[in-house]
């Protein structure tokens, strides 16, 4: 007997409790909340009631009280919570738990009580009882119908309402009841247990989304989104003094920036006519208005803050009638017939002087730093040759509105910067520009144009040289710093968003000691290069915020709002692991284990990879993110095969006129290398899933092996030619992906590497999931490929999401799609199909 009463004590302690009826032990007690009669000015109310006590249980209570005092409680042998009931006037009792399932349960949570009660599960609710009974033995019971999405965790709140004139005091008992094909699935009950990471902690939470320092250095502006649902949300901003961490202000406007030259930011206001511009001094707290009625448009600062460069924009022909004549691929895509241009808004005269004017489109680079030079571009389609356009720069002097031409009809062109003493131009573009001078991909003869360099431009001489050829994260710049004559740029850094400095006296990059893997936002002060702040995540946190000593090279927290949240989610562990494909290249992944992780169990993998050419990269703000999946108890494996950026010019390259070629062996032979070194992956149960060109892959890898149990194409490309030539990016990204190949010059890559014209080689079940106004890759991707599997006889599944284009925007619909998914994977790797056909039952057409 006390060997029986000790496992019952182990199971009752952990919550965990493996039977048909689960009883809920254990429960978070709010202090009572007391609660009168309002006052009777009148026998009945506006709909011709009169008052009743049952009217006391609709006190709004907030739910989720961040401070309010809790008490863990238990149940006595009978299975009762017992309060203190009411002795003058009314209480309201908060009783809370939580309910996890370890896979797909339907079931009955039983409540039984005799006073009056409002259950609600995850703060919606979902049942009344309005009447109270004399005793707990005459107590009535009321059944809830629940459905629990497998390690999915559920927040039980019970409002009890105990009055004066009870006669029995606040009891309670809870049990879940499964439904007898279920009764076999283990479920956690307990109040106090770390959560499961879920598609929610994505997108909603408090989270530092920009950070901005002041020219000087004195000052730091921080931005922050506490987004709480779909529809509500709320970005405030923070004044920072750098020096004695002073907040001066906790809510500033959001919208203001910092002036280029003084420590001040501005903002806009509307006007009777126009906008004004306002400055706010954070020395003085003053506000002052500098400019009245400038043009309603977008405008950029100059150096010396002594004029405004905004955009005019002009509306491009339109057709008349229900008949459009499409001119060239670039017009089908809307607005692009639309031009804008540039022009000077003078300070002292309040003149705006058009600086361009034609018939394409300018976009400003730069500035000089003195504020006498512009950098501009121009853009012309040129569609019988990749990349379909030639771009123009050109140098302006603001004096004379003389034009130097620096480059004219160029392919490949990117930015310009000017350095900080105004002779130098920072260039950014593809590896193929400028006669390949920065081309460094070994034996392929075309380099990926979206693995992006950097030159530098002598003005005086035109000589151009490339400092990034042997560098091999891809880069894009942040700043040419005046302070140290440095150059600062974000990376594609294997799967991590570094920062590097490179300095153009020693020809050196350097890697900045940050504490975020994926740095999404660096500022460092125009004059005082010695102090910087940026925000990032990794894959335990998200939107955290420091501020980075350049000199002694160590970072200090600024804000990790996200913290409070993530310390009660059980995250799964990550660690690298890589291996060495048979051709000798190294191929870099990680593994995400899951939360408990039993190294001495077998369980399911899921395995990911890489959409369009970008690596895949560390967080947890995407919702293929590893710990999404991780948390529904997979091991998951994300490789970063042949053909992403961020890993040297030769491995980016491998992407060009593959179309999944040698990509899908790193996958395949990684995938069979991690079952081989990790026994706890059982290699019966693997599933895959990409997106986009992911998409493409998962589809493809399909036709290649079938080492796989189960697997997920989400707006997946299965015909490289019907995509090539519908979508609005398809011939676009072609000029990429297969460079100077077409359908009439290759069509072996245009035909044999998309899974439509191998489809009776594919075995796996597949979903093909796709929104249905998706212009980038269009939904008849999916449809030829259903309609071919479907003739085939073959196992697919269709979901398509209604209204929504490349990615799932509409929250709502996401938390659908994204169970989808799961419940697929739940199929096939886990053996339990009942979710999926819970949420897609047969249907007999």
């Not at 040129?382 to 379909?388: A, E, G, L, V």
């Not at 006669?435 to 151009?464: E, S, V, W």
């Not at 000199?551 to 996200?562: C, E, G, I, N």
């Not at 970008?614 to 053909?643: E, H, K, N």
Request: with cysteine; aromatic share 12%; hydrophobic share 35%.
């Amino acid at each position: 007997m006390k060997k029986k009463g000790m496992i019952l004590a182990i199971f009752l302690a952990t919550g965990v409790i493996l039977q048909a009826q689960d009883r809920l032990t254990q429960y978070q007690v709010r202090n009572a909340i007391d609660v009168r009669t309002p006052i009777m000015n009148d026998s009945i109310n506006p709909k011709g009631e009169k008052y009743a006590t049952k009217m006391l249980l609709q006190t709004p209570v907030v739910l989720e009280l961040p401070d309010a005092p809790m008490q863990t409680l238990a149940v006595d042998t009978a299975g009762f919570l017992k309060l203190t009931k009411a002795e003058k006037d009314s209480k309201i009792y908060l009783v809370k738990t939580q309910i996890r399932a370890e896979r797909f349960v339907k079931g009955k949570l039983k409540v039984t009580s005799p006073v009056r009660w409002e259950a609600f599960i995850d703060g919606v609710s979902k049942h009344k009882k309005e009447n109270a009974e004399d005793s707990i033995t005459s107590a009535s019971s009321h059944e809830i119908a629940i459905n629990l999405e497998p390690e999915r965790d559920y927040e039980i709140t019970f409002k009890l309402l105990s009055t004066s004139e009870d006669k029995a005091i606040p009891t309670l008992k809870s049990e879940f009841i499964k439904d007898k094909q279920f009764k076999d699935i283990a479920c956690t009950l307990d109040p106090n247990a770390k959560k499961r990471f879920a598609l929610d902690n994505t997108v909603y939470g408090n989270k530092v989304i920009a950070v901005s320092i002041s020219p000087s250095g004195k000052y730091l502006l921080t931005r922050y989104w506490n987004n709480h649902s779909a529809k509500r949300s709320r970005i405030y901003c923070e004044l920072t003094e750098l020096k004695t961490g002073k907040v001066i202000l906790e809510n500033v406007k959001d919208g203001m920036r910092w002036m280029p030259k003084s420590d001040k930011l501005y903002y806009t206001a509307t006007a009777s006519s126009g906008n004004d511009v306002l400055t706010f001094d954070p020395a003085t707290l003053q506000e002052e208005t500098i400019l009245k009625g400038i043009p309603e448009q977008n405008f950029t600062w100059s150096p010396t803050e002594e004029y405004l460069i905004y955009y005019p924009y002009e509306e491009g022909e339109k057709e008349a009638g229900n008949l459009r004549r499409i001119v060239s691929p670039a017009d089908r895509i809307p607005n692009t017939r639309g031009r804008s241009f540039l022009a000077k808004y003078n300070i002292t005269d309040g003149v705006s002087e058009r600086l361009t004017y034609g018939n394409h489109s300018t976009y400003l680079q730069d500035i000089s730093p003195d504020g006498r030079y512009l950098i501009y571009s121009t853009s012309k389609e040129n569609i019988t040759q990749r990349p379909y356009s030639l771009s123009s720069l050109y140098l302006v002097d603001l004096e004379t509105l003389k034009v130097d031409t620096l480059f004219h009809e160029e392919r490949f062109l990117g930015g310009a910067n000017y350095s900080p003493d105004g002779k130098k131009l920072l260039l950014t573009a593809s590896p193929e520009a400028f006669g390949g001078i920065g081309k460094n991909c070994g034996d392929h003869p075309i380099a990926n144009d979206y693995d992006t360099q950097a030159f530098i431009m002598d003005l005086a001489t035109r000589k151009i040289e490339p400092i990034t050829k042997n560098f091999n994260p891809t880069v894009s710049l942040l700043q040419w710093n005046r302070g140290d004559g440095c150059i600062y740029f974000n990376t594609d850094d294997g799967d991590c968003k570094n920062i590097y400095r490179y300095s153009p006296k020693n020809n050196n990059f350097e890697k900045l000691n940050l504490e975020t893997d994926v740095t999404g936002s660096f500022t460092l002060a125009e004059n005082n290069p010695w102090i910087a702040a940026y925000i990032g995540q990794s894959d335990h946190n998200a939107g955290v915020a420091y501020l980075y000593d350049m000199k002694k090279k160590t970072s200090r927290l600024l804000a990790d709002p996200m913290k409070p949240i993530l310390e009660k989610i059980e995250l799964g562990k990550t660690e690298p692991w890589n291996f060495t494909a048979s051709d000798g290249t190294v191929i870099t992944g990680k593994m995400c284990l899951p939360p408990n992780f039993d190294p001495n169990k077998k369980y399911p993998m899921i395995v990911y990879y890489y959409g369009g050419t970008t690596p895949t990269t560390r967080g947890i703000s995407s919702p293929y993110c590893a710990q999404l999946f991780a948390s529904r108890d997979y091991v998951v494996y994300v490789i970063q095969p042949s053909g992403t950026i961020g890993f040297g010019q030769e491995f980016s390259a491998r992407h060009v006129n593959a179309w999944g070629k040698r990509t899908a062996d790193d996958i395949i032979e990684g995938t069979k290398q991690f079952c081989k070194e990790h026994p706890f992956v059982d290699k019966k149960r693997i599933g895959c899933i990409g997106a986009s060109y992911g998409g493409f892959m998962t589809q493809y890898l399909q036709t290649q092996t079938d080492i796989f149990a189960a697997a997920v194409s989400h707006a997946g490309i299965s015909n490289v030619t019907s995509y090539w030539g519908e979508g609005y990016w398809g011939y676009g990204y072609n000029s990429i992906a297969a460079a100077d190949s077409y359908p009439w010059n290759n069509s072996e890559l245009f035909t044999k590497q998309g899974s439509l014209f191998n489809a009776d080689k594919i075995n796996t079940p597949l979903l093909l999931l796709h929104g249905t106004v998706d212009t980038n890759v269009p939904i008849g991707e999916s449809i030829q490929l259903f309609n071919a599997l479907k003739i085939l006889g073959k196992t697919v599944e269709f979901i398509t999401v209604d209204g929504e284009n490349h990615f799932i925007s509409d929250y709502d619909k996401r938390i659908k799609w994204h169970n989808s998914i799961m419940a697929w994977f739940a199929r096939w790797l886990q053996e339990r199909p009942e979710w999926w056909n819970e949420m897609y039952p047969e249907r007999h057409l």
